[in-house]
């Protein structure tokens, strides 16, 4: 979005942490909330360190 300066088609399922600068820790804390809201439960701290994938969220909130 405009906020994040990340174009949106620039992402796809293969997309990570390492290919996107403003993929921070500010916005590792943003996706956390999200995933939370969406799944409806809490995320470890080491679940989250996991998740450094698009296709590993998705994956992640599938299970859950």
């Given at each position: ?35 939370e ?10 679940q ?13 909130c599938?299970?859950?």
């Open positions: 979005n405009k906020k994040n300066s990340i174009n949106k088609n620039g992402i796809n399922l293969n997309s990570c942490a390492k290919k996107f600068d403003k993929w921070d820790s500010v916005s590792n804390i943003k996706i956390k909330n999200k995933i809201k969406f799944i409806k439960k809490k995320i470890s701290t080491s989250m360190s996991k998740l450094i994938s698009i296709k590993k969220i998705i994956n992640f599938k299970r859950n």
